[in-house]
């Protein structure tokens, strides 16, 4: 069970609906999220929540941009000692199809650089991942594409794709 889930994405409005920040965007689609109270920590906003009595799951939204991200999840990881099988980050990724929601442990990168600035600093791969996917261009710059607004048919889905991706994260927190 993931005790810290982290939800990865660029601050800033002008970041707020692009595809880079599906990661980010998924917490508002949480059935706990008016629950919910959050605090700065770690140059992080951070939250609690208890499924049960006892248990503890911290969300972290790192306030850093994408490619500095794993340095708030490295503090958090530290102060509430945990390893990094305990974690679970929601990202995007372009190797999934648009809508597509797969969890794993590892794996490779993809070239993605918040994914790579939390490895960097856990000193580790071994953490769970929340993929939310968001496709590959079919021509013109990856950059440009995942830095983009997603299109109006990919808005119209984009609600059931992360009620679907918020029904995962509550399954690997226990909630």
């Not at 917490?27 to 999220?33: I, M, R, W």
Request: one cysteine or more; aromatic letters at 6%; charged letters at 25%.
């Amino acid at each position: 069970m993931a005790r810290l889930a982290v939800f990865l994405g660029n601050p800033g409005s002008q970041y707020a609906r692009t595809r880079h920040n599906v990661g980010r965007m998924l917490l508002t689609h949480l059935p706990f999220a008016a629950e919910l109270s959050w605090s700065s920590k770690f140059n992080a906003q951070l939250a609690e929540y208890r499924p049960r009595p006892g248990d503890a799951v911290r969300l972290l939204c790192p306030d850093d941009y994408m490619n500095r991200s794993g340095e708030s999840v490295a503090r958090a990881a530290q102060f509430f000692k945990l390893s990094p099988q305990e974690i679970l980050v929601a990202h995007d990724d372009l190797e999934l199809p648009f809508g597509a929601v797969r969890v794993r442990t590892g794996g490779g990168l993809g070239g993605h650089n918040g994914l790579r600035s939390v490895r960097e600093k856990l000193g580790s791969a071994e953490f769970r991942r929340l993929r939310i996917g968001i496709g590959r261009p079919a021509r013109g710059s990856v950059h440009n594409h995942v830095l983009g607004r997603f299109s109006p048919e990919e808005e119209a889905e984009l609600p059931g794709v992360l009620a679907e991706a918020a029904a995962e994260l509550a399954r690997e927190i226990g909630a």
